[in-house]
């Protein structure tokens, strides 16, 4: 997830004049659970794939880019 926000952000700069990448990452208790809060100032996540974000096959990025599984990957 932190990957996906970073080039979030990036793809966001490059398409902005935003000047600064921002990633905010925080934790607390809940009780017996641990909460963690992720923001950052990328374009977000439209509404028709928002309920997909946890689906551990679903992606958005082209096939092969940034996948985890990349032989060669962009740097």
Do not use: C
Not at 6 to 34: V, Y
Not at 46 to 59: E, H, S
Request: no cysteine; proline share 1%; hydrophobic share 45%.
């Amino acid at each position: 997830m932190i990957v996906n926000a970073a080039h979030a952000i990036s793809d966001s700069i490059a398409r902005s004049d935003a000047a600064r990448e921002l990633l905010g990452i925080a934790t607390r208790r809940r009780a017996e659970w641990l909460e963690v809060i992720i923001a950052d100032n990328g374009a977000g996540i439209a509404d028709d794939i928002i309920t997909k974000v946890f689906d551990p096959l679903y992606t958005t990025k082209e096939v092969g880019k940034w996948s985890g599984q990349d032989k060669d990957k962009e740097q």
